[in-house]
T-cell receptor
Framework: SQQGEEDPQALSIQEGENATMNCSYK?????LQWYRQNSGRGLVHLIL?????REKHSGRLRVTLDTSKKSSSLLITASRAADTASYFC????????????FGKGTRLSVIA | NAGVTQTPKFQVLKTGQSMTLQCAQD?????MSWYRQDPGMGLRLIHY???????DQGEVPNGYNVSRSTTEDFPLRLLSAAPSQTSVYFC?????????????FGEGSWLTVV
């Protein structure tokens, strides 16, 4: 399976601190996406990074991808209480008929 | 533009009952899918469709049926509910099956089978 595995499973930080979550996967990928899920809600797309990219930014989000290590990281800078949510990575491989595969998520708690 | 709409939000079923979770999207997306989310298991793909009239099985298809008669609708049927199907179900869509596309999720359906 090319399922991503997020690490840590849970993370608790103070407001204003940076939060880093990692995603490791097993097989080659074309792209990797990060999603956010607030409690009791559906997932919302945050950012996509393609296999030929090493880093992308979107607002307070920074995503890196290291294909040699088969890993990605999501950094949220200057975290806010509203960032409290679960974060999932999803890996994609467009050869054949393989749908996007989601990891189990990191639960982030930002304490005000 | 409502996005992906799922109904019902909450449902309690007795073992052996059948029901249909409804899903509709108004974005003219080709690709639609159903996931279930269980504690510690993440999201697992049940069934998906790459267009009207075409469906395929995902990781955990047993006990579920789907059909795609229109581009907009992708209902998920539980034929004979079992307690193991207690879960949160999410319908999702994207413009095509290419994995580089953004996936849009519904708000979820909480199902309890007693």
């Amino acid at each position: 399976s090319q399922q991503g595995e997020e690490d840590p499973q849970a993370l608790s930080i103070q407001e204003g601190e940076n939060a880093t979550m990692n995603c490791s996967y097993k097989t080659s990928i074309n792209n990797l996406q990060w999603y956010r899920q607030n409690s009791g809600r559906g997932l919302v797309h945050l950012i996509l990074i393609r296999s030929n990219e090493r880093e992308k930014h979107s607002g307070r989000l920074r995503v890196t991808l290291d294909t040699s290590k088969k890993s990605s990281s999501l950094l949220i800078t200057a975290s806010r209480a509203a960032d409290t949510a679960s974060y999932f990575c999803a890996t994609g491989w467009d050869s054949g008929n393989t749908p996007l595969v989601f990891g189990k998520g990191t639960r982030l708690s930002v304490i005000a | 533009n409502a996005g992906v709409t799922q109904t019902p939000k909450f449902q309690v079923l007795k073992t052996g009952q059948s029901m249909t979770l409804q899903c509709a999207q108004d974005m003219n997306h080709e690709y639609m899918s159903w996931y279930r989310q269980d504690p510690g298991m993440g999201l697992r793909l049940i069934h998906y469709s790459v267009g009207a009239g075409i469906t395929d099985q995902g990781e955990v298809p047993n006990g579920y049926n789907v059909s795609r008669s229109t581009t907009e609708d992708f209902p998920l049927r539980l034929l004979s509910a079992a307690p193991s199907q207690t879960s949160v179900y999410f319908c999702a869509s994207s413009i095509t099956r290419q994995t580089g596309n953004t996936i849009y999720f519904g708000e979820g359906s909480w199902l309890t089978v007693v």
